[in-house]
């Protein structure tokens, strides 16, 4: 299958502090690639949807100029969590949308681990 | 309602059991169906798409229901490995998923 990056696995910060955590398909070009957040024992949540070479598409409730999203080429897209504070201590989840045959599959990165303290 | 609700278990088995778990999907729009596995603090992978005629995978066999809309998940002969938590994954169009919570799913020896 499609296999796609993700860098940190973790990362602890202290609060104020920005984390930027990058998405690479490795395998393939996604001109999609989505970022979603994980609290414990929740499903996974949609933050925003980021295509190649335009502004990423924001899901209600996701403060755009918090979370900065990047989609510089087909291959990688970054999330920078600007000013952490504690409670966007989270698992942060990267996926990129893949064509396999008549159907849009998402493979995922193996997320990002953050704590901020 | 939440798009994607899930029974989210436990189901505790013994290995070799068989063990079936469905969801049910809001959006009658909705065109492609999945189901992932989610092992503790790691990112979900795809376990397998959904058909409209049903499929399978070895041992894991997929259902949709499109009247009822519901997709139902089936595992036979369960295995120690299969222990883990069990996406549903419907999607309205080409790219945006919604995930249900998982069904945890735990096979002991």
């Known amino acids: 299958g499609a296999v796609v990056s993700q860098h940190p696995s973790w990362v602890i910060c202290k609060s104020g502090t920005s984390v930027k955590i990058e998405c690479r398909s490795l395998d393939f070009q996604a001109t999609t690639m989505f970022w979603y957040r994980q609290f414990p024992k929740q499903s996974l949540m949609l933050m925003a949807t980021s295509n190649e070479g335009s502004k990423a598409t924001y899901e209600q409730g996701v403060e755009k100029d918090k979370f900065l999203i990047n989609h510089a080429s087909l291959t990688l897209s970054t999330l920078t969590v600007t000013s952490a504070h504690p409670e966007d201590s989270s698992f942060y989840i990267c996926?990129?949308?893949?064509?396999?045959?008549?159907?849009?599959?998402?493979?995922f990165g193996p997320g990002t681990r953050l704590t901020v303290t | 309602r939440k798009e994607v609700e899930q029974d989210p278990g436990p189901f505790n088995v013994p290995e070799g059991a068989t063990v079936a778990f469905n969801c049910t999907y809001s959006n009658s729009a909705s065109q492609s169906f999945f189901w992932y596995r989610q092992d503790c603090r790691k990112e979900p992978k795809l376990l397998m798409s959904v058909y409209s005629s049903g499929n399978e995978d070895g041992r894991f066999t997929a259902q949709l229901n499109r009247a009822s809309q519901y997709i139902s998940l089936l595992i036979r002969d369960s295995k120690l490995s299969d222990s883990a938590t069990y996406l549903c994954v419907v999607n309205a169009n080409d790219y945006k998923l919604s995930f249900g919570a998982g069904t945890t799913v735990t096979v002991r020896a």
């Open positions: 996926s990129a949308s893949y064509l396999a045959g008549r159907t849009y599959e998402q493979y």
